[in-house]
């Protein structure tokens, strides 16, 4: 008996699962330990219940042979090497250094532009303008079009409401940026920000606006505001950039990894943004010994998001002590701002959102499973296609 919430028939006991998929219990426990196929369990006698529509996507994924095949011992691994890796990531995902300085280049001339002209305009309160988002901390991936730029403004701003700022940056940008042939309709206002459109190099920078909070000009700290709505949202970009560095340098697969994990999530269209990939990453650098290695590391993000279904709540105690964060039992994901307790990064995952993510991590564990199995290196090939797309083909690399 499954208990009066569990008597369902969707959902089957192990021996009920390992019968449906054609293998032992045994293969089950072992799988459930590798995060391979993770089953919930019973609240109350904590029992391995599997969804039969886990079950069948398990099985279509595990059966591109017609049969599920398990490593035999003594078995050569044919599985994709971290040179092979290494090289995809080189080749096709990390956003090239030329890249990086070009967009930086032109991001600091719309910087030095905006400030030139500010300096003649003194009804504006401008305090500095500072680099941040995924390119200032080095996770941009190549396919990264979008830059973003912190606007500080002095605290005589401090009660101004946000719709009020945007559009004058706005305008204030287009004029100073006129005289370079820019357009009007290449700056527009966005929830949080000024979006600013280059046509030659299709790039967009992302001016947003954070108003300096007096007293606190140590680590910029500043209230980032939404267009519509008062609520305000306590940031400091140092901050940010200190805890992703200090990543950086505990475990030199962190960047790497979380750029693989961006290019996934692009590929399979994953609904996760991509702070939220940056932050699971940190915490399991925090938490777990990861593995050296691309092919034993990458898995661990699945095994994590299968092994959590992400309702552990993720806190960290760079800025703040953990019992500082008001956790919500409103949202689905609890992720929070490594600099303010009250901000929860993943809280916009809708119901929706949360179970594609859980459907497209399990079909990735699947992926990857079988290719450590794959009785060649194009049938592994094939495999991490799935997962990264055609352009992964350590071959032609």
Same mark, same amino acid.
Request: hydrophobic share 40%; aromatic share 10%.
């Given at each position: 008996?499954?208990?009066?919430?569990?008597?369902?028939?969707?959902?089957?006991?192990?021996?009920?699962?390992?019968?449906?998929? /054609?293998?032992?219990?045994? #293969?089950?426990?072992?799988? !459930?330990? @590798?995060?391979? $196929?993770? =089953?919930?369990?019973?609240?109350?006698?904590?029992?391995?219940?599997?969804?039969?529509?886990?079950?069948?996507?398990?099985?279509?994924?595990?059966?591109?042979?017609?049969?599920?095949?398990?490593?035999?011992?003594?078995?050569?691994?044919?599985?994709?090497?971290?040179?092979?890796?290494?090289?995809?990531?080189?080749?096709?995902?990390?956003?090239?250094?030329?890249?990086?300085?070009?967009?930086?280049?032109?991001?600091?001339?719309?910087?030095?532009?905006?400030?030139?002209?500010?300096?003649?305009?003194?009804?504006?309160?401008?305090?500095?303008?500072?680099?941040?988002?995924?390119?200032?901390? /080095?996770?941009?991936?190549? #396919?990264?079009?979008?830059? !973003?730029? @912190?606007?500080? $403004?002095? =605290?005589?701003?401090?009660?101004?409401?946000?719709?009020?700022?945007?559009?004058?940056?706005?305008?204030?940008?287009?004029?100073?940026?006129?005289?370079?042939?820019?357009?009007?309709?290449?700056?527009?206002?966005?929830?949080?920000?000024?979006?600013?459109?280059?046509?030659?190099?299709?790039?967009?920078?992302?001016?947003?606006?954070?108003?300096?909070?007096?007293?606190?000009?140590?680590?910029?700290?500043?209230?980032?505001?939404?267009?519509?709505?008062?609520?305000?949202?306590?940031?400091?970009?140092?901050?940010?950039?200190?805890?992703?560095?200090?990543?950086?340098?505990?475990?030199?697969?962190?960047?790497?990894?979380?750029?693989?994990?961006?290019?996934?999530?692009?590929?399979?269209?994953? =609904?996760?943004?991509?702070?939220?990939?940056?932050?699971?990453?940190?915490?399991?650098?925090?938490?777990?010994?990861?593995?050296?290695?691309?092919?034993?590391?990458?898995?661990?993000?699945?095994?994590?998001?299968?092994?959590?279904?992400?309702?552990?709540?993720?806190?960290?105690?760079?800025?703040?002590?953990?019992?500082?964060?008001?956790?919500?039992?409103?949202?689905?994901?609890?992720?929070?701002?490594?600099?303010?307790?009250?901000?929860?990064?993943?809280?916009?995952?809708?119901?929706?959102?949360?179970?594609?993510?859980?459907?497209?991590?399990?079909?990735?564990?699947?992926?990857?499973?079988?290719?450590?199995?794959?009785?060649?290196?194009?049938?592994?090939?094939?495999?991490?296609?799935?997962?990264?797309?055609?352009?992964?083909?350590?071959?032609?690399?």
């Amino acid at each position: 008996m499954l208990g009066k919430d569990y008597n369902d028939e969707n959902l089957l006991t192990i021996a009920d699962a390992a019968a449906f998929l /054609g293998v032992s219990t045994k #293969t089950l426990r072992r799988w !459930d330990s @590798a995060g391979t $196929l993770i =089953p919930v369990r019973h609240p109350i006698t904590k029992y391995r219940l599997y969804k039969k529509s886990q079950l069948v996507g398990f099985l279509k994924a595990i059966t591109l042979e017609n049969t599920i095949v398990e490593k035999e011992p003594g078995r050569p691994k044919m599985e994709i090497t971290d040179s092979d890796i290494n090289n995809f990531l080189e080749e096709r995902v990390n956003l090239k250094k030329e890249k990086v300085t070009e967009y930086r280049a032109q991001v600091n001339h719309l910087i030095e532009n905006f400030e030139d002209y500010l300096k003649k305009h003194e009804d504006f309160y401008l305090k500095k303008m500072l680099h941040f988002g995924s390119c200032a901390k /080095g996770t941009a991936i190549s #396919t990264t079009s979008d830059l !973003d730029v @912190a606007v500080y $403004l002095a =605290p005589d701003n401090e009660k101004e409401q946000l719709d009020s700022i945007l559009p004058n940056i706005r305008n204030v940008l287009s004029e100073a940026m006129s005289k370079y042939g820019m357009s009007d309709d290449q700056f527009t206002v966005g929830d949080h920000c000024v979006c600013v459109k280059f046509e030659g190099s299709k790039i967009e920078v992302d001016v947003v606006p954070i108003i300096a909070i007096k007293g606190y000009s140590e680590n910029d700290w500043g209230w980032l505001m939404h267009k519509y709505g008062t609520e305000r949202l306590k940031t400091s970009v140092p901050l940010h950039l200190k805890f992703i560095r200090k990543r950086k340098e505990a475990f030199a697969k962190y960047t790497p990894l979380v750029r693989l994990t961006k290019w996934w999530k692009n590929i399979q269209d994953v =609904p996760i943004k991509s702070f939220v990939i940056e932050l699971i990453w940190a915490y399991l650098i925090d938490n777990e010994e990861i593995p050296d290695s691309f092919c034993d590391g990458f898995p661990y993000f699945f095994k994590y998001i299968l092994k959590t279904r992400l309702e552990e709540i993720i806190v960290f105690s760079d800025n703040y002590s953990p019992s500082k964060v008001s956790v919500s039992t409103s949202d689905k994901v609890r992720i929070y701002d490594p600099v303010n307790p009250e901000n929860n990064v993943a809280k916009t995952i809708t119901a929706g959102e949360y179970e594609k993510i859980l459907v497209k991590v399990q079909e990735a564990m699947n992926v990857l499973m079988m290719a450590t199995c794959a009785p060649s290196k194009t049938k592994a090939i094939e495999l991490w296609q799935r997962l990264l797309g055609t352009s992964f083909n350590p071959y032609n690399l």
